[in-house]
């Protein structure tokens, strides 16, 4: 019988020593897994990247949840923004707020706006509505001149570089 009991504080022990193990192997990950993500901009893979920001407007008005491309003249990934109620913008190419690799851009804007949205107080008085008139039709239209929705027909360009302005601001007329 001691013989049994030896062994079995062995197992004990050693299945303590283990869970011990694991326990700081797993707070060792966690940590280095924590600090993985700490890394600084500069040491990341990827092209350098130019914060890009500015402000939207037509006719000297702002021009609130616009929808902005810059295209690449060359090739390369586009950069994308949506204007704010103040018609700002910041782009992201790959991360939000991340800007555009420097080089040449077309622009183009859009503003889409859905027409003959239904909206109801009820589900009942969705199903009514349904029943007696069936789906509605929506239709979405850009609310900007059509010109400024294409690169190639906006007039819209900017050139990013690591030393010039930060700042694109985008004035459209209507005219």
Known sequence: MTGLVGDSR????S???NLMRLCLLCA?????????GCEPESLRDG?????????L??????????HIRFSPEGKGPAA??????????????????DGAIPGKYRISVTKEVTEGVVEFESQQEREEYLKKNGRPTRKTT?????????????D????ISLAGSKRVDLELTSK
Do not use: H, I
């Open 15 to 17: 299945s303590k020593g």
């Open 156 to 159: 819209l360009a900017a050139e």
């Open 47 to 55: 092209p350098e990247m130019v914060k890009v920001s500015g402000t």
């Open 80 to 97: 994308f923004a949506e204007t704010d109620t103040r018609g700002r913008y910041q782009l992201r190419t790959f991360d939000p707020g």
């Open 28 to 36: 060792s990950l966690a940590v280095f897994l924590g600090l993985a």
């Open 10 to 13: 062995r197992f004990r022990s």
């Open 142 to 154: 850009n609310a900007l001149p059509q010109k400024f929705g294409n690169p190639e027909t906006s």
């Open 57 to 66: 407007t037509l006719d000297g008005e702002p021009v609130a949840g616009a």
